[in-house]
């Protein structure tokens, strides 16, 4: 999940997901950022856990078609 986390922030700059850790971590330590992914990569569980189940697709995500 954390290497899932640190590819959401590459490949999803847009999303609401990635705008918060990048919030949270801008300007911060490499340990800091560590913790943050932490908590990123359980709200992005929680994220695509709604995705499967309902179909919601998270905020500012981009799909492919």
Not at 2 to 25: D, I
Not at 38 to 60: H, Q, S
């Amino acid at each position: 999940m954390v290497e899932l986390a640190w590819s959401w922030t590459r490949h999803q700059p847009g999303s609401a997901l990635a705008r918060w850790f990048n919030g949270k971590v801008a300007g911060q330590s490499k340990r800091i950022r560590r913790i943050a992914i932490v908590a990123l990569a359980r709200k992005l569980l929680v994220a695509l856990w709604r995705y499967a189940r309902d179909g919601v697709v998270p905020e500012g995500a981009v799909l492919k078609g």
